[in-house]
């Protein structure tokens, strides 16, 4: 019988062994949890749907590239809940075989995102050419699979340690204020199985709404939120298929939907659009 | 001597010849322009900035796959102005040498976007493999150049006729409302060389502005249009570097920057934010 303590979770998530999504995993649900790596985002949404896994650990935003809009449109295209959100200081490592000096290094590969946030680390050291590959931690796979002592990854430390690679450099991120949050989603079934958060965690809720393109239409959505002094963190708006310049908002904003500011802002926001989706409540997480 | 009729003009693009951008901009300045190929965003950017091109010609969104954020990066970094819109219907060709049918097509070749908006032709066609590449008109001069008979690109009728491709399959995309709305952008110093606009469209501006993370504060933003009937037809917001889940906030809105309604709204917005830029105010397109 599955028990709430994440032993008995499968969490999946994007990438291989050693991402930093599996790292986010770890950190919110505990390190008994099972994670099942994914080559794909929409393979992740499609595992939890098909019940193959009781969750997934989702990157929504990183604090310099910005939103994932590819999460977005999977939310909106899946029946899955936000329970839970937490946030991973990205730093970036310089990953080797063991022994291979900085000296020896003339490819590194990573993901593009991860290479444009070492920009410093490629100008000091103009020997080295900087390759895309397909993930991080998948790239530390395959430096050291390679056995080739000129070639190395960028990553993070648990993709070294997963691998056996050593870490020639570390945090040779151009900016430390690089940060990824991450959501929790589960089938609205499977809430149960998700570790219980501490009573006193201050809450967050996330919706989705769309609203006929009429003058001012936006501000008075904001209103319902604005005039009841619940407090916005985020807003995002991703197109609508069939709908050239409409767009569906997502939005996130302090309290639970079970507040009862929150719940008339809710159904003040109904009043005005064509649809509403609240996506989730759950505990709010620092950074 | 330069004359504003864009017979002199140097219009920047990203992609090769027959890219949508290159058609965009001979919609946009005239057949005379002379267009000037760039692999990368920001080196078309940077060809505008150092003066080896008057304009750029950038895609700022598309129906259905959503903004281009690279670009609402690099106009935050460069001091550009917009000075016109266009919009785009794209049209997905199957593209490959005069004399191959599609039954010898094995692979075909695009950009990743335009492949996934053909997804009900590789759903019909299951021999085919779909093969992620730079560009969408750098596809068909590739498989033009490499003489295959098992190769094909998927591009516009431009890129077809320029490289002297046959159309095999027209109008392949999934979704007939597939869009993409391009700016035009100049030096402050260049204006004068853009093609007038007939005097009697409509105007649009946009803008970008910061505000101090405080609560209700995009409220009280949009009610600086809102309040004066100035009717917002987007937001952007984009991550800033160094203040994790701050953002600037990018907002397309009816009327000309001189128009008095608009004038004061822009004035009581900046009595609110950390900073206001005007990116320009343009003739209006329909799509």
């Known amino acids: ?23 986010a995993a770890h950190k919110l649900v505990g390190s008994e949890a099972q994670t099942l790596p994914f080559r794909k985002f929409d393979e992740m949404f499609e595992a939890v749907s098909s019940g193959n896994a009781e969750a997934a650990m989702a990157p929504i935003e990183n604090s310099l590239a910005g939103s994932v809009h590819q999460n977005y449109d999977l939310m909106m295209e899946h029946d899955l809940t936000i329970v839970g959100e937490t946030y991973l200081r990205i730093v970036h490592n310089l990953i080797a075989a063991p022994g291979v000096a900085l000296s020896d290094v003339r490819r590194v590969y990573s993901h593009p995102v991860a290479l444009a946030q070492c920009g410093k680390f490629f100008r000091a050291n103009k020997q080295i050419e900087a390759e895309p590959a397909y993930d991080t931690a998948g790239s530390v796979r395959m430096v050291l699979e390679s056995g080739s002592r000129a070639d ?41 199985l998700i570790p219980a958060p501490p009573e006193t965690a201050a809450r967050k809720t996330s919706l989705v709404f769309r609203v006929a393109n009429t003058p001012g239409v936006l501000y008075k959505a904001l209103a319902a939120f604005a005039l009841r002094d619940v407090d916005l963190c985020k807003i995002e708006s991703r197109p609508i298929e069939g709908r050239p310049w409409e767009y569906s908002f997502y939005l996130d904003f302090a309290g639970d939907q079970e507040d009862p500011s929150v719940n008339r802002a809710i159904a003040h926001l109904a009043e005005m659009a064509e649809s ?12």
Chains 1, 2 share one sequence.
């Open 1 to 23: 019988m599955p028990q709430p303590d994440g032993s008995s979770m499968r969490v999946a998530f994007q990438g291989e062994h050693g991402a930093f999504s599996q790292e």
């Open 152 to 192: 190395a990854a960028i990553a993070g430390r648990l993709a070294a340690s997963h691998y056996g690679g050593a870490i020639l450099a570390e945090g040779i991120e151009d900016n430390a204020e690089n940060f990824t949050r991450f959501l929790l989603l589960t089938r609205p079934t499977s809430i149960g």
């Open 276 to 287: 509403v989706r609240v996506l989730g409540s759950y505990p709010s997480a620092s950074y």
